[in-house]
């Protein structure tokens, strides 16, 4: 009962039981003397309890639909979700299966073998996050936190150069909607990877107690990338104590991505499970850490080619697409048309 | 230490030449700092030459390519190859800026198990940050991790746990040294037989190659998928003996037909975060190891 959490004496709590007020949102447009007629309590105690129940006479004139404060109804929910625009992967099979790429105010797990590509899709979701709305990105910074040191420059500068290439490209094309717009050049791109290089679990963990102040002084951070997540995580841990840090951890990030409607992509490492007398492949750091992420991305070979799969999603069916890693970054993979040898 | 001195602008990472630039093409400039590099390869592949060439060519002027760095050798195989060390040193260009041997900047550590790995971790801490010369400490090479954790882990769940909290264990040393003093990580791995093809998790695919092959069986890199986790590039090195020609109808006591044959030698990326699939031929000479222009 929504009336037992006020902050007042139960004596009170139980007059406005009996009256029949059970729920905080009848208290919410209530004069001060008509409660007290009601209650048969002074003035002074009903303005007390009115102080302590819901503002929402100034919310009624705005005719949203609050109920509590904070809370929203699902049909704004949709309005807003149908606002948020989402991140490209540089890949047009995995945005399709993505529904246009990776959803803002999420917390997306990507997880595979080493030499997959996790790395490469982190790098250039770092760099596409920047590209300008009409680009697939967002106009925005990026959050990159390295705890496995696979973060090399010149590999984002190299990605960098060919998203700046692609864009002045698009430009050209559609040149009267941009004219006179310089595009981005690489330089600006790196300048945009705030890069955080975390080398034990206490650093991870004291960094992403910090991410909330640190992001609301640059508010323009549009994702969060932490690769891997799990690194830190596999030496030696009490396994009780681990899913404790974890859990918390993931609650942060979550709270983060929608305080500040931002993209939160975690990477995962693979491992091997044991069950049903046989082993299996499936993301580390167990059972109660596959709950902490909203969207889950596996990525995997197919023969010689690698394919994007989506494990679990609360708004998408599951589907695979096949990508591929080329000097550019991520991009379509070309099975049907002859493949490139990279030399 | 306050979680804001995590954010540092990435700095262009710097490369140690493998001493021979057709090599260092194909690696993208030679072996990166700040990052753990394995190579795998079967016994007789060439892990140890070319880890020996690293620890002479980290001394070079970085306008050679070098690190004009010392460098530590941690070995688990016996006995160390210090004649073969020397005569790869006296192969080498007269640097006019030493004046003493090369092998004077070469440390050499014994690891017998990987708790003494472990226990020497904070030592080799103390010792790089201590060891104050125009030559620091660039270059850390342990050959081999494999032979630290081939006999002492038992093939039961229990072992395998405690095994894999071991490597996470190690390679975040390893890493935390390789960020915090600038240097090159060089781990050298062995490889195991692939007995049942394609089949669960021994036939998982880890890297640019589909499968493996060295001296024609199938074979995958020792200590599994969770050491694959633990480092930033993967080489591999193969060979495979090769019919050059055959000896113009000339046979032997047991009637074989006589052949020429030769062994050529590979080096593949598995992976790395900044470089694609490339391979190279090699060959080892007394003067070392070099790549091979095809």
Not at chain 2, 117 to 140: G, T
Request: hydrophobic residues 40%.
């Amino acid at each position: 009962m929504e009336v037992g959490r006020l902050p007042i004496s139960a004596a009170l709590k139980g007059k406005l039981v009996s009256a029949g007020y059970t729920s905080l949102s009848l208290l919410s447009s209530l004069s001060p003397s008509h409660l007290a007629r009601d209650l048969n309590i002074s003035e002074n105690e009903a303005l007390d309890i009115l102080k302590h129940a819901p503002h929402d006479g100034q919310v009624d004139t705005s005719s949203v639909h609050h109920i509590i404060n904070g809370a929203q109804t699902a049909w704004d929910m949709l309005h807003e979700e149908e606002l948020l625009t989402r991140i490209t992967t540089s890949s047009v099979d995995i945005d399709n299966i993505l529904g246009g790429g990776i959803s803002c105010r999420d917390v997306t797990e990507i997880g595979g073998v080493p030499g997959i590509g996790k790395t490469q899709l982190g790098i250039q979701l770092a760099v596409n996050v920047q590209l300008p709305i009409h680009c697939g990105g967002l106009g925005g910074k990026a959050i990159y936190i390295d705890t496995e040191g696979s973060f090399m420059v010149e590999r984002v500068l190299q990605i960098a150069e060919a998203c700046s290439n692609d864009m002045s490209a698009t430009n050209t094309v559609s040149q009267d909607v941009h004219a006179g717009k310089v595009g981005m050049q690489p330089r600006d791109f790196l300048e945009n990877i705030l890069y955080f290089r975390v080398c034990s679990y206490t650093e991870q963990i004291a960094l992403i107690n910090y991410l909330d102040k640190f992001i609301s002084e640059h508010r323009d951070v549009k994702i969060v990338i932490i690769d891997s997540i799990t690194f830190h995580f596999r030496q030696d841990f009490d396994m009780a104590l681990r899913t404790r840090l974890l859990g918390g951890m993931a609650l942060k990030l979550m709270k983060l991505a929608k305080k500040f409607c931002l993209a939160v992509v975690l990477l995962n490492q693979v491992t091997t499970k044991y069950a049903e007398g046989s082993f299996q492949l499936t993301l580390a750091l167990g059972d109660s850490w596959s709950h902490a992420c909203t969207n889950r991305i596996i990525l995997y070979w197919n023969g010689n080619e690698r394919y994007a799969y989506i494990d679990k999603s609360p708004s998408l069916r599951s589907a695979s697409a096949p990508y591929a890693v080329t000097a550019k970054g991520i991009r379509n993979s070309v099975s049907n048309c002859k493949r490139i040898k990279l030399m | 230490m306050k979680p804001e001195n995590l954010l540092v602008r990435p700095r262009p990472t710097q490369k140690c030449t493998t001493g021979c630039p057709v090599l260092d093409r194909c690696l993208g400039g030679g072996i990166p700092c700040r990052s753990v590099t394995e190579i795998v390869a079967e016994s007789g592949c060439g892990k140890t030459q070319l880890c020996l060439q690293l620890l002479l060519s980290a001394q070079l002027p970085p306008s050679h390519g070098g690190l004009s760095a010392s460098s530590l050798y941690l070995h688990s195989e016996f006995p160390f190859p210090s004649r073969r060390l020397h005569q790869l040193s006296r192969a080498r260009p007269f640097d006019p800026r030493h004046d003493h041997d090369p092998l004077e900047y070469i440390f050499v550590h014994p690891l017998h198990s990987a708790d003494h790995l472990l226990d020497a971790m904070p030592k080799m801490e103390s010792f790089v940050e201590n060891f104050k010369s125009q030559f620091p400490i660039r270059l850390i090479v342990i050959d081999s991790i494999a032979a630290l954790f081939r006999s002492e882990f038992d093939n039961n769940p229990l072992d395998l746990k405690r095994r894999s909290s071991m490597f996470f264990k190690i390679s975040g040393k390893l890493k935390l040294l390789a960020e915090k003093f600038d240097l090159a990580v060089v781990v050298t791995n062995q490889v195991v037989d692939l007995v049942a093809p394609n089949e669960g998790i021994n036939g998982l695919r880890i890297g640019n190659l589909g499968c493996l092959d060295s001296s024609g069986r199938r074979v995958c890199a020792a200590l599994g998928l969770a050491w694959a986790n633990c480092v930033n590039s993967r080489l591999f090195l193969s060979r495979d003996k090769e019919i050059v020609s055959t000896v113009n109808g000339a046979r032997d006591e047991c009637g074989c037909e006589l052949m020429h044959c030769r062994t050529r030698r590979k080096l593949h990326l598995l992976f790395a975060p900044h470089i694609p699939d490339t391979s190279c031929e090699f060959v080892i000479t007394r003067e070392g190891i070099s790549g091979v222009c095809i």
